[in-house]
């Protein structure tokens, strides 16, 4: 009835369209069908409502935008985004299993004093460094990565016109990407009920608390499915008070890739019970 697609894009167009055609509804994790006008691309608490315009075919998005806009729904929906400043920083896991790897076997090198090994996954030693770049360069110096944050923001936001400008970078963490989002509101915006907004948000923990050195770290959110949220403050170069900044984090290969497909399936089937 459901299958879930966790290929390369050239796998995934040749062979998911074959299931979709055999009456399967496919969720697709790769980037293949992300921008197809004719496929939904969701994030369960975002956009819900999506999936079930589908064509047998449901994207599940990149998973630097799922985390962004899972802390970012519960403010759009109050104030209505009109652009964002994003910096990400991304673990190696997000290169898959040859990124764990490469990190793990260049710390193992660096404490042993021995020579380090030459970098295969990334373009550079990841170890005591971090990377600008996730993908290639387009004609005004963007990578991919950071395109998506705008291109598929904008589809599941259905805010064609949301203007965002990301720089993302690969950082020495083994799981969980951390991200530090500027967002100009339409409204004011209110520093206390963004709080009280994104405490009772689905998908959201909110870790809010400087004083005591409280705050959203990748440590913390590997290995579990929420977004937590924290550092949420005033943006002090916007005097019109309707800018807001806030710092999240969460495990991209859970919430940010296979707890979104599966949070999507989950849609489904409970629209099947209830039918």
């Not at 519960?74 to 190696?92: C, D, E, G, N």
């Not at 040859?98 to 090994?117: A, D, T, W, Y």
């Not at 030459?118 to 950071?146: A, D, L, R």
């Not at 170069?237 to 495990?251: E, I």
Request: charged share 25%; hydrophobic share 40%; glycine share 6%.
């Amino acid at each position: 009835d459901i299958v879930l697609g966790a290929a390369e894009n050239d796998i995934a167009k040749q062979f998911l369209p074959i299931a979709a055609k055999n009456g399967a509804v496919v969720i697709d994790n790769s980037s293949a069908y992300r921008l197809d006008e004719n496929v939904p691309l969701v994030v369960p608490e975002v956009n819900p409502e999506d999936a079930f315009q589908h064509h047998g075919m449901i994207a599940n998005p990149n998973c630097a935008t799922i985390i962004a806009l899972v802390a970012l729904q519960p403010l759009h929906a109050a104030f209505h985004a009109k652009r964002m400043i994003v910096s990400t920083y991304q673990a190696v896991s997000g290169a898959g299993i040859g990124g764990i790897r490469e990190l793990n076997e260049q710390m193992k090198e660096l404490v042993n004093e021995q020579p380090l090994s030459k970098p295969s996954t990334f373009q550079y030693q990841i170890v005591c460094n971090v990377i600008p770049q996730i993908g290639g360069f387009n004609e005004e110096g963007y990578s991919s990565e950071e395109m998506k944050m705008q291109n598929e923001g904008r589809k599941i936001l259905h805010a064609q016109d949301l203007m965002v400008n990301c720089t993302c970078v690969r950082v020495p963490v083994l799981r969980s990407h951390s991200e530090s989002i500027t967002v100009t509101f339409e409204k004011e915006v209110d520093v206390e009920k963004a709080k009280a907004l994104l405490k009772d948000a689905p998908g959201v923990r909110l870790v809010d608390d400087p004083a005591r050195s409280l705050y959203p770290m990748p440590i913390d959110t590997s290995d579990q499915d929420l977004v937590f949220v924290g550092r949420i403050r005033k943006d002090i170069s916007d005097p019109s008070n309707h800018s807001l900044t806030f710092w999240c984090c969460g495990d991209q290969i859970r919430k940010g890739a296979a707890t979104n497909a599966v949070q999507i399936a989950q849609l489904l089937i409970e629209r099947e019970t209830k039918d």
